[in-house]
T-cell receptor, first 114, second 116 residues
Framework: DQQVKQNSPSLSVQEGRISILNCDYT??????FLWYKKYPAEGPTFLIS?????DKNEDGRFTVFLNKSAKHLSLHIVPSQPGDSAVYFC?????????????FGQGTILTVHP | DSGVTQTPKHLITATGQRVTLRCSPR?????VYWYQQSLDQGLQFLIQ???????AKGNILERFSAQQFPDLHSELNLSSLELGDSALYFC???????????????FGEGSWLTVV
């Protein structure tokens, strides 16, 4: 049972434009969400997170939006840069006794063309 | 650089053998996590330790075990290795539950295990 889903395996964007990566979840116990960026054979790098008490969090070029009623979150990158090309993972955490157990989506490969 | 250190970076071993993967968390982090990334399963949570005690368990096989030592470093032991255990094993760390940053988990570079 895939509790966190990234339905788009890949996304191609032109440099300078906006990249929007989407993530859906099914477990209503999830209360904290994170986005990670990953290059092949390297560890995931933390990008940005959001708590379920918020609906938006910004950090520089990265903004995460959370729609709890739709169980949907998205990561906006603007402007996109070629160095952003990587695999992006959405992850969710239920807190409490499940704290630390991140459930990851399958990832979306972002390619930013110069 | 996340500050999480893992050794070895690469390891090739035969089926039936036993290996130990080592992890040093970020300075000040009390929680250590182990994750497995395989081609067919993606990133999967294995186990978490907090200040030396097991805190949460995921889909970790009985052939696998882990521990966290008083100096907070952790080891993941994989025994009776099978071909299907070939994967990238990540260690991660975080401050602690309840801390404002406690829910952010930082990953190491991974240990690539190949079982032949």
């Amino acid at each position: 049972d895939q509790q966190v889903k990234q339905n788009s395996p890949s996304l191609s964007v032109q440099e300078g434009r906006i990249s929007i990566l989407n993530c859906d979840y099914t477990n209503s116990m999830f209360d904290y969400f994170l986005w990670y960026k990953k290059y092949p054979a390297e560890g995931p790098t933390f990008l940005i997170s959001i708590s379920s008490i918020k609906d938006k969090n910004e950090d520089g070029r990265f903004t995460v939006f959370l729609n709890k009623s739709a169980k949907h979150l998205s990561l906006h990158i603007v402007p996109s840069q070629p160095g952003d090309s990587a695999v992006y993972f959405c992850a969710a955490n239920a807190g409490g006794t499940s704290y630390g157990k991140l459930t990851f989506g399958q990832g979306t490969i972002l390619t930013v063309h110069p | 650089d996340s500050g999480v250190t893992q050794t070895p970076k690469h390891l090739i071993t035969a089926t039936g053998q036993r290996v130990t993967l080592r992890c040093s968390p970020r300075s000040g982090d009390l929680s250590v996590y182990w994750y497995q990334q395989s081609l067919d399963q993606g990133l999967q949570f294995l186990i978490q330790y907090y200040n030396g005690e097991e805190r949460a368990k995921g889909n970790i096989l009985e052939r696998f075990s882990a521990q966290q030592f008083p100096d907070l470093h952790s080891e993941l032991n994989l025994s009776s290795l099978e071909l299907g255990d070939s994967a990238l094993y990540f260690c991660a760390s975080s401050v602690a539950p309840g801390h404002p940053s406690g829910n952010t988990i930082y990953f190491g570079e991974g240990s690539w295990l190949t079982v032949v």
